[in-house]
DNA sequence: GACACCGCCTAGAACGTTCTAGAGTCGATC
DNA sequence: GATCGACTCTAGAACGTTCTAGGCGGTGTC
């Protein structure tokens, strides 16, 4: 049934040519006449020859492959893979893909990217100890995005969060409100401090200190929700949360407490995720510019794997604010 | 700064044996005693050895592993990620994932995956043309996820969407609705259809073809959205969707258009992606049982890789109806 | 006319693994 | 004490590619 692929040397055997020569016309390298290039070529698709990237990274040593690491849970994931897939095209890598998923744990989806032996790591807001992914980047590059690492072996690729918390903050603050609470992402994550620090330093500024109000969280919409919950004892007038998932649990929970949003209360989430635009979620929330973090994520792990001298370990992008329909001008009444 | 994997050989090599015992200690093959057995490992450790994938599959000829193409801007498609990523781990698979992105068309997608050389292709809601579909599975064993495909050589694993449908609609009649009106997936997709058909044979049996209306929509936001506009002129009771993408869509412009749901008017989705579940979404939907789905698509293509005789060539599923907020009885008003 | 050079091509080694065939050792059986 | 089988181990080929080194004509230079 499954007939076994053509390789190299059945092209080679039809157009009457080496090995070596439709691997040169294949790689599209030099060191063959137009006229054999033609013919090899010919042969080849009449085969419908594949070449076989595991042999062909096997012998060559280096891979053009960069391993990326995403969560399925991330709705915001998917926009960086898009980004990603774009960016390496750009340059001529290929990528590979491993998935977190709810059964599936961070160090089981690098493990089998390490198998895989590509040149590279990227890793989507990865959730190991910083010695961990220290060991890792000893061995090859690593690079973690929408994550600080204190480690000089990882190299960043972030948004400036305390800045972004910063724009959410000052954003309500100009609609009028005061009493704004933040939802914070859990201890785990980096990102979480920043943005925890972002929202006080930006509350401290503005003189709202006897205001402020952290409620602890996480990155998914049940966090959101939970948080909710304990806001809704003493709301505020308005809510910053850790990101998007976790303000749309949070929403709904205010929702059915009967607070309405935007007039009873202004929610702000982080990211920006694709389902963030739906219409009818409509949220008001920090950008992470996309393009930006892909291209030089994909730009940092193509120079440390060419050898190229690289400036700044860290690099750090500012955000932008979206505004949509979960903010405004907070009711008179309270 | 990156330091040369170790291979075999140093592991060999430190541990004072062949190349060939240490791989058979690697595999956990028969044929070495547990005291060298237990040494070799040791050595592996401390030298931190990774077998690399890529040799091992070149020289071993069958894979274990299993390509997947799936699409980044389905949110449905995480989910089914997450369940092929157990049903795999189970049976000893790998996966390779491969993504669609606005960018990235499934031809690309789908070479990528031809050149890591995988064992069997699954294509989660392929939209490649038939005959395209069953040339691959000519040359390998094809696996086509919720899509049916006419071709003898391309499996099938999907759910009975005609039944899906009748579901949808039964519901809504049953709650009192006449006037239903179904928003399709577009001409490409044979889901497309058989849902069509399910709502046009579920009016018909209730005597409803007077009332039955189908808009031409798409699986995603935006189709639904302009869909809904194209209803607004003259609002049904009820709407069943193609997906929950295009529901959420529909959902937004409705509500913008001043109609509340489910009040004035009821939406049903398909598929129970996670997002349907976010509470202030909470669309009533056609759920497709993923585990089952999942489980039996990773069975079928390891039955074809391994040659065991396949009985049907094409499994279809029963959906079950997920009932959740955007349905209720229709306004008497109305 | 010898030499160098260039463009086109090929042979054969190498990548890191698995597989096949067989070598060596030991204890048991005849 | 030879033969056998079981067990442990090893040498070397193989997988499909790329890379290194070189061969073979032809053209130009002195």
Redesign the pocket.
Known sequence: MTT??P??????AEA?????????V??D?????????ERVLEVARRLD????S???L?????SRLLGVVFGVQHPFHADMLTGLYAAAAQVGYELTLSAMTPGRDERTAIGSLLQDRCAALVLLGPQLPAAELGALADRMPVVSMMRGVRHKAVDVIRTDDVRGEHLAVDHLVELGHRKIAHVDGGRRMIASADRRQGYRDAMKGHGLEAYARVVSGGFLEEDGAKAARELLDDPPTAVTTFNDMSATGLLDVLLRGGLSVPSDISVVGYDDSSFSRLAHIDLTTVAQDIETLTTLAVARAVERIEGAPVVHREVVIPPRLVVRGTTTIPSPSR
């Open positions: 076994a692929r390789t190299l040397a059945d092209v080679a009457g040519v080496s090995v070596a020569l439709v691997s040169i294949m790689r390298a030099p060191g063959a006449s137009a006229a054999t290039r020859y594949q070449p076989d595991r042999a062909r096997l012998r060559s040593g280096h």
